[in-house]
């Protein structure tokens, strides 16, 4: 499967940003250089997470163990170019798949392990899998049994019973393998993954990317992390999006480094691996630096000497965090944003030095007259259009679509005939909306979504905003906010909440009350509030704001 046209493949192959290595490629080059370092390591409670072993893999296991596990696909009955959906959580035998199926040709697509049958069914519609491979089980889920449930014509094979992650010694089956891999050349501009939008603005799309697409985002994640040759990552995050696989998977090999697996969040066994396995770099949720920042106790508890520096992202920073993690504890923190589509800024100390800049605010890379130097800036192009009209704004402070092109860059959603994706020259229109900013206008700043704007009586509003500033009100443990319908006005905004555990619900007059004294309009103001136990979220943290508009709705017609 290969979805880049032959004129982009040569104007970027030309330009040096696509290359001819695969990801089973590159890792050949590591076991000729590395055969015997440390490449993998599984976090302590997975057997009692999955009833698999946990591992230790050099990068020679990683290449034989990966041979293996595609003989197998092979002779179950996978082929060249079929499509195979995959839903295990941070486990070696997940990496494992992933250069399983760069060997065979297979285009692997992995799906959070927080999805059910629904969820399940859904991708499957879509994806048009041969076959799904998961596990038995997944701490109190039963996975195979529940893929099998949603599946009814899709093979479902197990980890543990269908297939073995050890060394194969069946002469067909390698044979076999062996005959397939001499069939089918290598081919970097070859679709790898069909990874999955987030989904918080409605169903989520497959985003097919290729080798070279991966290779360019883990380019530009490397430069922003500044990592190192040899160094020890630490994965939190699943992989089965941008922020693991161009973030870590593929780091990982290209500079041999050592990957340590965790999930799901356990922040004291995050810390405990830290130690363990010496980490130079990760990337941590901003729930858990805030609470480093906030109590140096617990920070002190922990021995951070191999930390060069934390990478984090998905939601605002805040300030505060940074300029004690930077300041007191002296580790810098690196923000990220990006998306499975292709979307790669970053805001580091040497581009944003001060907290209030690095916590919100992305360089215009691939502007011209910037001040910005390097791969990322030579290689991106960035623009903000009106989402209405097409126009590109220039003016700081004006609301608009960031627009995005550059070899990170997908070429389409799956399936999908492009209508509204990309620009007329060709731009990935990604839906966010920012704002240029800084002294001087250098930067982006995220404020919303193009979907998520609330329109009250022709005043635009972006709920990001309200929702940085409601997490700081005293006594919330989440906070954000949505439209309901009004018939003056057309929408009007609700604020949801879930109290810290023991603490009361505010007033909505306290609550808008504390609004104005940060400066907002009053027109920005909410007039509604709901409580909840917990806020409606997608596998990687986001709130998932049309869910909760709908709760919102429901109760409304309740009452």
Known sequence: MQTSSTARIRALTDAGYWGHETLHGILATRVADSADHTALVDQPNKAELTDLPARRLSFSELDTLSDSLAAQLLGLGLQHGDRLLVQLPNISELVLCYYAASKLGVVISPIPIQYGGHEIARFAATLQPAAMLTLGRFRDTELAAQARQALADVPVWTLGTDLQCEAVTDPALLSAYQEHRLQYPDDANAILTVVWTSGTTGTPKGVPRSHNMWRAMARNTMAAGDYQPGENLLVPFPLVNMAALGGFLFPSVIN?????LHQPMDPQMFLRQIQEEQVNFTIAPPALLNRLAQQPALWAQCDFSSIRAFGSGSVPLSPAMIA??????????????????????FSTPDVAPSPEYRAQMFPRFGVPDMPWQGHSHESITTRVIDPDTGAEITEPGVPGELCIGGPAVFDGYLDHDGAGVFTSDGLFRTGDLVEICGEPPNYYRIVGRCKDIINRGGMKISPAELDILLEGFPGLAEAAVCAYPDPDLEEKICACVVPVEGEPAPELEALCSWLLDKGIAKFKLPERLEVFSALPRNPVGKVVRGELQQQVAQRGISA
């Open 324 to 345: 004690v993690i930077e300041g007191e504890y002296g580790k810098p923190i690196i923000n990220f944003y990006g998306s499975n589509e292709g979307i790669s800024l």
């Open 256 to 260: 041999g480094c050592k990957l340590v």
